[in-house]
Structures are given as C-alpha cells and as structure tokens.
C-alpha cells in the first residue's frame, strides 16, 4: 500500500464537499477518487469558461489557477477506491436483466451504444471518460438528467445529450443504481 499523499493546500476547499479523501459526500458533492487526472482538470476547466453549470461549482472552480488546477486534479485521481473485478463486456451474449443489457451491450435498435463502451469495464473510466463504478446514485441520476435537459455539455459532439436523451426516466433510475452498486 502506498504512502498517503497530504492534501494540497489548493485541494482543501474541495474536500469540505467531495471529501478530504474525494470519497464525496452525499448530496454535497461527488466521488472525485478514482477519476483520472485528466477528466478532473477538463471539468474544472469547463466550469472555468461557464460551459458547465453548476451554481456552487462555477465560483469554486475559479478558486484554482495555474498549477493549481493539475494539483488538485492528481491529489484526488491518486485517491484509493474500493478495487472491482471488472464484469467484461462480452462475458456473455444474453442478458436477461434490461438495465445489465444496457450497461453492456446498449439497444442499438435506439442506437445507444454500450455504457462499458466509452466508461471501460464495469465503469471504471479512464482518461476522458469518468468512473462510474461507486459514484453516488444521485449524481448520475442528475448528470444524465442534465444531459438530457441539455444543461450539461462538454463533451465531444455531444455524446452524452444524445445518449441520454434516449433513456426513460427508469432507465436513468436503474443505471444510476447499477453503478452505484458496483463497489
């Protein structure tokens, strides 16, 4: 196990939401452990420029500058999270489960495309695309919902408003438990 990195000074603001560790804490604010550096720093980022909204995160964000930003960005991705045996898309051919289906081999009769496909195996994420394993039902509940009310964007071509454009509001519901089941 490694050493327990100390908290940056330009982090701790974030921690009294996300936690001193980035565990999150619900509802305040998200699990930041176990994103990667990148996808932190593009978010942050984007709150910056105003092309992600959130009333509380838009004056937060703007709290780090410069080098700032990449440290906070590696302090938390470098946070532990609980280790999942990843689920691999293609371990089985019929899923009797609508929302497993979904997770991991999408409904291209909608031309939604696998979750797995851009989030990695059982939603671990990776560079661009973020974790989803263990983060808060609620969060990704109101992320997709955000998506789908075009209140978030972000990302290239709008992957994620039309994906979710495509869920029913149960869909939402079951996907977010699914990953936040996934510990």
């Given amino acids: 196990m490694a050493e327990p990195v100390a908290m940056p000074p ?3 603001l974030c921690g009294s939401c996300h936690g001193p560790t980035g565990q999150g804490v619900e509802p305040l604010g998200p699990r930041l452990a176990g994103l990667s550096a990148e ?4 978010q942050i980022k984007l709150f910056q420029t105003g092309k992600r909204q959130n009333a509380t995160m838009a004056p937060m964000s703007m709290t780090l500058q410069g080098d700032a930003i990449e440290q906070v960005a590696q302090y938390f991705s470098s946070q532990e ?4 045996t990843p689920h691999l898309r293609g371990e089985s051919a019929v899923y009797a489960n609508p929302t497993i289906k979904l ?3 999408g409904d291209w009769d909608r031309l939604i495309p696998a979750c797995v496909t851009c989030h990695g195996p059982s939603g671990l994420g990776g560079g661009q695309f973020p974790r989803l394993a263990g983060q808060q039902a609620s969060y ?10 075009e209140t978030r964007s972000g990302d290239a071509d ?4 039309n994906i979710a454009k495509k869920l029913t509001v149960k869909e939402i519901d079951e996907l977010a438990k699914y990953f936040a089941e996934i510990k």
């Fill in 39 to 42: 996808y932190i720093s593009q």
């Fill in 103 to 105: 997770v991991y081999q």
């Fill in 10 to 12: 330009s982090a701790q």
């Fill in 81 to 84: 999270v609980a280790l999942v």
């Fill in 158 to 161: 709008n992957m994620m408003g």
């Fill in 140 to 149: 990704i509940k109101t992320q997709l919902l955000a998506w789908q009310a």
